[in-house]
């Protein structure tokens, strides 16, 4: 990858090359002075750890040495900066786990086990919401998931392009769904009010509003129709599923 900036991806502001060396391990260890006990590991788990709890806005280099009982200068020693270190976060999270056992369903349930296990990754670390990946600098655990991804539906048989395309397409559709669960639970943290206390506030402008004739459509809905039970990522998920079915089975009908 060549840029007119020498290797900076302005979007992160990380050093791409330097990223790549950091992400494959071919740069883990700082030219001089490095503090007993101090490991690139450790720097990225903590700063995991930093954003799952207060977001990553909180995760800076002098907040990090601080956390670590360092000075700032032996973090740079490292990694160069917060760009790059969250290129290392991104990779981190996205790690396959190591017990991870070998996996026998079809290509459906490969499809489906990746959107429940990438809404569970938004639901574990919402910060990664709110980090451009676009264009991600591609370290071992994204290759390895990506790769653990494929394996599983390569079975459906369409072209690699188009599994490509299913895979941004299911994770474009969870994102979304992710987005809104984690909106929600920021509304109540930062509100106060519970989802039910929201709406009930509502209600009574909302009935009257409903019985002024001008949304009938609307006002003929079910009582339950925006209620809690109805699963809408599961619905959406299986019409999503069903879609590629119906894709595969042409596929397949076509020879």
Do not use: C
């Not at 990946?133 to 653990?148: M, N, T, W, Y």
């Amino acid at each position: 990858m060549t840029s007119t900036n020498g290797g900076d991806d302005r979007r992160t502001g990380s050093d791409i090359t330097r990223s790549l060396e950091l992400l494959w391990g071919e740069g883990d260890r700082p030219a001089r002075g490095p503090k007993p006990g101090l490991t690139l590991d450790r720097i990225v788990t903590e700063a995991v750890r930093l954003a799952d709890a207060e977001g990553l806005a909180a995760v800076s280099m002098r907040r990090l040495s601080t956390e670590l009982g360092t000075g700032t200068m032996s973090l740079y020693r490292y990694v160069p900066g917060k760009g790059d270190l969250v290129d290392l976060m991104l990779d981190r999270v996205n790690t396959p786990p190591e017990d991870d056992e070998p996996f026998t369903g079809g290509w459906r349930e490969g499809v489906e086990a990746f959107a429940r296990e990438t809404l569970v990754l938004y639901r574990r670390h919402p910060w990664l919401l709110h980090v451009n990946q676009a264009r991600p600098v591609l370290g071992p655990g994204a290759v390895g998931g990506l790769d653990r991804v494929l394996s599983r539906i390569k079975p459906m048989g369409l072209t690699d392009p188009e599994l490509i395309g299913v895979i941004v397409m299911t994770e474009g559709y969870v994102t979304g769904v992710a987005r809104t669960q984690v909106h929600e639970a920021e509304a109540v943290t930062r509100s106060g009010l519970s989802e039910r206390d929201f709406w009930e506030a509502q209600a009574p402008t909302l009935e009257r509003i409903m019985k002024s004739g001008r949304y009938p459509t609307l006002a003929g809905l079910t009582e339950d129709s925006f209620g809690p039970d109805f699963d809408h990522f599961e619905f959406g998920l299986q019409r999503l599923l069903d879609g590629l079915d119906a894709l595969v089975a042409r596929r397949r009908a076509e020879g």
